[in-house]
């Protein structure tokens, strides 16, 4: 499980990596990168910071991520808040327990770098209009997508946690 943990965070990681070199050489300089009400841009970066702050946030946020989720549990239990966690971080439960927090931990790594890469697009699609405006309805649609997904991946996080083996 956790060898294709890995293997979905760095194909994704390499799809956002690739999608942003390939799409970022027609952006102006600078780059609208910061949008108020309307969609309208109100802050700007040069074209190459924008580039390599992109590449970094999307892969260096969803690192931190996972690996704040699969180590931190090994080294920290007492910061781990799921239910019954005494039960789940004891000798027989444990390696399971920390398996399923390292695969949240890889899904919430993912996502992130999934929305990253799509909020990329969002901002190439921003710039190619003059005045640059970040198309709302996509905008919207990303953060209820993302939102969702976190949404999911925490319910199923609870569901694997809810009760004790044997009880009703």
């Given at each position: 499980m956790q060898?294709?943990?890995?293997?979905?965070?760095?194909?994704?990681?390499a799809v956002a990596l690739t999608t942003i070199a390939a799409t970022s050489a027609g952006l102006p300089d600078p780059v609208a990168t910061q949008f108020g009400g309307g969609g309208r841009a109100h802050g700007w970066m040069t074209r190459d910071g924008y580039v390599v702050f992109m590449a970094?946030?999307?892969?260096?946020?969803?690192?931190?991520?996972?690996?704040?989720?699969?180590?931190?549990?090994?080294?920290?239990?007492?910061?781990?808040?799921?239910?019954?966690?005494?039960?789940?971080?004891?000798?027989?439960?444990?390696?399971?327990?920390?398996?399923?927090?390292?695969?949240?931990?890889?899904?919430?790594?993912?996502?992130?770098?999934?929305?990253?890469?799509?909020?990329?697009?969002?901002i190439v699609a921003a710039n190619e209009s003059t005045p640059p405006v970040l198309p709302q309805a996509g905008f919207l649609w990303l953060m209820g997508l993302f939102g969702g997904g976190i949404t999911l991946l925490l319910v199923a996080l609870i569901w694997r946690f809810r009760r004790l083996p044997g009880r009703r």
């Open positions: 060898r294709v943990s890995l293997f979905g965070i760095i194909a994704m990681m970094a946030m999307t892969v260096g946020l969803p690192l931190v991520l996972w690996v704040s989720m699969a180590w931190l549990p090994r080294v920290a239990p007492r910061l781990v808040n799921i239910p019954h966690r005494d039960y789940w971080l004891a000798a027989p439960e444990r390696a399971s327990a920390m398996g399923a927090l390292a695969g949240f931990g890889a899904g919430f790594a993912a996502l992130t770098s999934a929305f990253l890469c799509a909020l990329h697009l969002l």
